[in-house]
């Protein structure tokens, strides 16, 4: 048995299929996990991600410290609940995990790091900040819930407390609000509109079922996964870990190169990755027949050389298989992938698939 979130009971009296994930006993679907993943793009859904982990940094040293524990840049968080994404890495330049830090005030940052990388994690983090000025302060009492979809917000915000919803609903993209004993942010990881809500432990439950009264369904990981594929959303443990660089995992965008005499950690190899132009490239890839991608399947590109899907499936949204993959450096906007030793024709896409509940590709 794995570790249970405040949520389990609740999944388990609603017939949800309990997988293992990272350690967590969690749900895969409540029963058709299609039918969960267009009601995300379509209407709203609700995700239990309390396996994730809050970690507060707060103390003088808490800006210092972050600026050189991240690959990105805390000090360009100006305004209280500002978010940014971000790698942290390892000296070799490498991921450790991908996470979004928030900016509470003045020396107070939120830090939210994925589930399957919680102790290496917390152990790094301690093990940077022993210079700094800092205290770094796990928040095992927390759970965290996703609603997601076009409809998520409006509905959301029948549940939470009047004094709140105009500020919760006023919530730009990548800020967060802190509203008594919630903290609301208006983030998520299936590429559609919605809030993470992150409240005390012995109130998730009252949450959940509120929030599923209001008319937003419960959905497992599997419409998750699906759904951040189609958004071309990174998954750490699958299309990056220790042994890649965010360069090759098409998270370039997430480096602070300025100012330059910002020293954090991985970039000197970073930055002699960066002068490599042979290095591989990261890129969608689209299906043109029957079949599907997986994971690991092995990318031809003729003339120029192979690479591998990272993480690949079958699209709910647009009908047909995608995946994301590291590919040979180049211009090319065709390749094929080997399955069941036959070599199937595929387009080479620019990411996201789907935003918004729209296509962003030509099929």
């Known amino acids: ?126 093990e940077q900040a022993g210079s700094f000025d800092v205290d770094v302060s796990e928040r095992p009492e927390l759970a965290m819930i996703a609603v997601q979809g076009p409809k998520a917000r409006e509905l959301a915000a029948n549940v939470l407390a009047e004094e709140w919803r105009d500020k919760a609903l006023a919530l730009k993209p990548f800020y967060a609000l802190e509203a008594d004993d919630l903290f609301i942010a208006r983030t998520g990881y299936t590429g559609e509109d919605g809030w993470e809500i992150v409240m005390p432990a012995e109130q998730a439950t009252d949450l959940w079922n509120r929030f599923v009264d209001v008319g937003i369904r419960p959905c497992g990981l599997g419409a998750r996964d699906t759904l951040r594929l189609e958004a071309g959303m990174n998954l750490y443990g699958s299309d990056m870990d220790e042994t890649i660089s965010p360069l090759e995992a098409g998270l370039g965008w997430t480096l602070a190169w300025d100012p330059e005499e910002r020293d954090f950690i991985g970039r000197g190899p970073l930055t002699e990755m960066r002068a490599n132009k042979g290095r591989h490239q990261f890129a969608g890839l689209l299906l043109e027949g029957k079949g599907v991608l997986r994971d690991h399947m092995r990318v031809v590109v003729e003339g120029v050389g192979d690479g591998e899907i990272t993480s690949g499936g079958f699209s709910p949204t647009l009908q047909r298989s995608i995946a994301m993959a590291r590919i040979p450096a180049g211009d090319y906007d065709r390749a094929q992938v080997e399955v069941r030793n036959k070599l199937l024709d595929v387009r080479v896409v620019k990411m996201p698939f789907v935003r918004n509940g729209k296509a962003q590709i030509e099929i």
């Open 1 to 126: 048995m794995g570790k249970k979130t405040p949520l389990y009971d609740a999944h388990a009296e609603a017939g949800a299929k309990i997988v293992d994930f990272g350690g967590w006993d969690m749900p895969l679907h409540y029963g058709s996990q299609l039918e969960e993943h267009h009601v995300v793009r379509q209407e709203a859904g609700a995700f239990d991600v309390s396996h994730m982990t809050v970690v507060d940094v707060t103390g003088a040293g808490a800006l210092e410290f972050l600026r050189h524990l991240l690959a990105n840049d805390v000090a360009r968080l100006k305004e209280a609940g500002k978010a940014l994404y971000s790698c942290m890495l390892n000296h070799n330049g490498c991921v450790i995990d991908d996470l979004i830090t928030y900016y509470l005030g003045p020396d107070r940052y939120r830090v939210v790091v994925n589930a399957a990388t919680r102790d290496k994690d917390i152990a790094w983090i301690n």
